[in-house]
């Protein structure tokens, strides 16, 4: 198996970094905004209008993944210990879930607006797709939001 990277801000943290209640109390405090620049379609995100860069991934490559799922997604993978030690105040800038098919998402916040998250799917060739993969079988006994 690969390494996730030597990128020390992209490392999931000890699962007991964080009591149960803590990472309950911390999912209250994030919201999931998108981003229409990880998008092909604006679905139900509010989005005037999507311009996908080449550069960047694209949550809805697959399929296109509602607000509500994607919410929930951020909140599992709060809930499930899932989240970079880095952060912005109170607020881990990574966060990531795997969803019922499988596939891994990575939600990310800036300092400029903490708490508030957009995310996208990691592409195949990102090695920290197989390592999240592992580490959410082993804390959340399931797939999926």
Known sequence: MKRPGNNPKRRIVFVDVLSEAQRAKLAKTVEYVGSGHHKRSPADYGLDRTNPRPTKSLCDLLRVVALNEAKAMLRKGILCG???????????????????????????????????????RLEEDDDMREYVKRVWKERCQETGP
Do not use: I, L, Q
């Open 82 to 120: 899932m989240f970079s030690n880095f952060r912005f105040g109170a607020h881990p800038k990574y966060v990531w879930c795997v969803d019922t098919d499988g596939e891994v998402y990575e939600a990310k916040t800036d300092a400029v607006t903490p708490g508030a998250y957009h995310g996208y």
